[in-house]
DNA sequence: AATTTTAAATGTCAAAATGACAATTAATAA
DNA sequence: TTATTAATTGTCATTTTGACATTTAAAATT
């Protein structure tokens, strides 16, 4: 018996003193089940500008030492799943506040060879540069191209095709993408990370008025001149709209199939 | 030390006879870390022709013995919470093969008073009128109006709340409310589950035109009597463009507002 | 048998959104 | 001054949407 059962029993003792049937009914259907491990894994987006990437670390256990995976970790005794997100993620940017989101859970039995570990998968959504500024090199992790990343280890290659697919699809009907962006960025940038995350081109003109219908754009005075001699226009995000809206819908991508 | 830490040693022992290190390292990293229950509860929602119902059961277990409370059970050892969810539906529906999505997981360090849990919360759709034929009083499971249910134990309320969000959300994008209707359907059917989904009136014009236009859609000879004089025609799924339409955008919903 | 009743099914039209495509503009470089 | 390059803005036919009205089929009533 352990602590956690010792635990239960004494808790019902107390409370039902003369029930000694409902003491056993605990036994049996509480305390006899099994427990197992949870952790939590994050596939953290990012854009350089030109390319999707995503973050990747070296784990620095066993089993598969050394191996490339996705930044993750236990759930604390006294911490929620999304608490231990938000604390790997940290631990491993340096950022606080990043947009996160649940998005399944892996659960197979031998998932890992171990011992039974549940994942709940989150994907995460930051700004690369702000990343950048902040690196270091206790945790050896490091952005791939999200189309020339290593082998991962246990089932982490299929959660990256899952959250890949899921960004996708949330990126098309709410304004998330907003989120690898700098605070300051372009039309230009903004298409060209569409089009990443969606495989596709997308005509300008059209992209443009979309993006513009929305509102939820500021445009600056201040241009952009590192990519063309006419120099492009920075933007802002209406941070209200942007709240206020997060929930509408955008449908950005022409044609969109999912 | 518990057996299956014990394990883990022994694991290592093997693979690694001559790094007395890396022994050290798994027992911290990995054998130290807490273990938990882990069960899954599925809101299981329905349609009697006229309100949106969801099923509940009354608990048979401690703590909150004789509760209301949703569909669950634990997450047994050779199975993952797929196959869990899948389970305790069919041990209290009778049911096989219904429409069941991973929802969301709820992992509150304090969510359950007896023991640390984390539920995975699964949404289910059925068709109530199979549901009706194969009942068995053996697990007291009921069909509540969704607006008029009882108080539920520990965060099921919210469960509830959460999973309605989401399949309102699922429902205008994706054919999904079809699993909660008989074989063969009327659109006037069709559309008091849509608007009882949505809580709001929908033009009779407009919706039976989208849905036309879904081509999702096989017009049967037969005619429903029941509802008024002039009958309205049963209709079934294409099935194969159920499947292949399954992820396209239907927008059934005027002005929607999620 | 003709008429009434009721809900189902279909029709109209102006406004808005979409997709395909081209012309103009602002700055630097030659 | 002109050429170059990418950013920006513009046009138009087609489709989709939302608001609104009429017709139709069958049973019930007179």
């Not at 570990?117 to 090199?137: C, E, R, W």
């Not at 206020?244 to 999912?258: C, H, R, T």
């Amino acid at each position: 018996m352990t602590i956690n059962n010792l635990f239960i029993f004494l808790y019902f003792r107390k409370k039902n003193k003369h029930s000694k049937e409902l003491n056993h009914l605990i036994m049996i259907e509480y305390s006899g089940q099994p427990h197992y491990l949870v952790a939590v894994d994050c596939i953290v987006f990012g854009f350089d500008g030109e390319h999707l990437k995503i973050l990747l670390v070296k784990r620095g256990l066993e089993p598969e030492i050394n191996k490339w995976s996705l930044i993750g970790g236990f759930v604390g005794a006294q911490e929620s799943p999304d608490d231990a997100a938000n604390r790997v993620l940290k631990k491993n940017t340096g950022l606080e506040g990043i947009y996160l989101e649940q998005h399944q859970i892996y659960g197979e039995p031998n998932r890992d060879p171990i011992e039974r570990t549940l994942s709940v998968g989150y994907f995460a959504l930051i700004d690369i540069n702000k990343y950048q500024t902040q690196i270091n090199d206790d945790y050896h992790a490091e952005w791939f191209l999200i189309n020339d990343r290593p082998k991962l280890i246990f089932d982490h290659e299929q959660m990256v095709i899952d959250a890949r697919k899921k960004l996708r699809y949330k990126a098309a009907l709410h304004p998330i993408l907003f989120e690898m962006l700098p605070k300051k960025f372009t039309i230009p940038q903004l298409q060209i990370l569409f089009e990443e995350v969606n495989d596709t081109k997308i005509d300008t003109r059209n992209f443009s008025r979309k993006i513009s219908s929305t509102g939820l754009l500021i445009k600056l005075t201040e241009k952009d001149k590192s990519g063309s001699k006419k120099g492009a226009f920075y933007f802002k995000l209406d941070k209200k709209k942007y709240t206020a809206n997060f929930q509408a819908f955008l449908n950005l991508i022409p044609n969109l199939k999912l």
